[in-house]
């Protein structure tokens, strides 16, 4: 009875994931990144319920109908794969009970490594070179004016930034997925009842001091010009400066996200993100109240409010 209770529920969790991608489909790709996250998670969950060997056999069959209903689309032929990968590295370490900051690691390792995979290895295979990409971030560029007109006068060789900012972004993006991936499994094992791997506290994660000032500092780089230093050590502060820039973001986005919780009781980190999207000078304020939040002064502010509310 229960290999048999253990085959439909299989079944079932395949024929979903299916039937999702065929709705997909019809509805020309309208939800296609959300189908991306939802297979992943549902092969952790059902090796949670059994073993990651029945999750393998579950595995094959989500990427059976993959390719069966996919009809030859990108999303769907590389990151099914990638996302079955990091489900299995994911379940294998939950059933050796690993802590939980090694799983999340192992999560994250593993979509870095297939976002690289995919970006530098098969999109070229598959007629998307980087030099294709490049050149339509050069278009995009030209059609902004002002930033162009500033990378011109700073002097910088834009078909080497653009690869740069492409190999920064493609392991970010890993680092994103996986983090993702770990948050969703937490919270629909433990809400599902399958397994407990702990609450997330964003209290918790409190920002290192050392690493915001390297980041801040390391920002002053643009005002450095390649002919004064070299190439090579310039485009690498470039590169640094790039990561820093985005690690100060979301310092700035924890706190905002703290401050809205703990002081004016309403969530404003979504709509500050949005209008930093549409007003891009914006994430300057945000990397600013990064470094203010990652250094000290900011979060020793919400620690007095805390303390207060306790009080």
């Known amino acids: 009875m229960n290999k048999t209770k253990k085959l439909t ?3 079932m969790m395949i024929a979903i994931v299916g039937a999702l991608i065929l709705l997909d489909r019809l509805l020309a790709n309208w939800f296609d990144t959300i189908i991306v996250l939802l297979a992943p998670v549902v092969i952790i969950m059902y090796s949670a319920m059994y073993s990651p060997k029945d999750g393998f056999f579950v595995s094959l069959g989500i990427l ?4 069966l209903f996919g009809n030859t689309d990108l999303i769907y032929m590389i990151f099914i794969p990638v996302g079955v990968v990091n489900a299995m590295a994911y379940s294998i370490a939950v059933s050796k009970n690993a802590s939980r900051r090694t799983v999340l690691l192992v999560s994250i390792i593993s979509y870095v490594f297939g976002e690289i995979i995919a970006t530098f290895v098969i999109y070229p295979l598959m007629g998307i070179p980087l030099l294709t990409q490049i ?3 050069k278009e995009m560029l030209g059609q902004m004016g002002t930033y162009k007109a500033l990378f011109d006068q700073i002097g910088v060789n834009l078909d080497k930034i653009f690869m740069i900012a492409i190999a920064i972004s493609t392991i970010l993006t890993g680092v994103m997925e996986g983090v993702l991936i770990h948050l969703l499994a937490i919270f629909l094992l433990k809400r599902f009842k399958i397994k407990n791997l702990g609450n997330i506290n964003i209290w ?3 920002p290192n001091k050392i690493l915001s000032y390297v980041c801040f500092i390391s920002l002053f780089s643009l005002f450095l010009k390649a ?3 070299g190439e090579t050590l310039y485009y690498t502060l470039v590169s640094i400066t790039l990561v820093a820039a985005i690690i100060l973001i979301y310092y700035g986005y924890i ?3 703290l401050y809205g919780r703990l002081v004016i009781k309403k969530n404003i980190a979504p709509i500050t993100v949005l209008l930093c999207f549409f007003f891009p000078p914006l994430l300057f304020s945000l990397v600013f109240l990064g470094f203010l939040y990652g250094s000290g002064p900011l979060r020793t502010f919400l620690e007095n409010k805390v303390n ?3 009080q």
Request: aromatic letters at 14%; charged letters at 20%.
């Open 227 to 229: 002919d004064m230093i």
């Open 204 to 206: 918790e994660m409190k």
């Open 135 to 137: 050149a339509e971030m």
């Open 9 to 11: 529920q299989g079944a």
């Open 64 to 67: 059976f109908v993959a390719f």
């Open 255 to 257: 706190f905002l996200i």
């Open 308 to 310: 207060n509310i306790q």
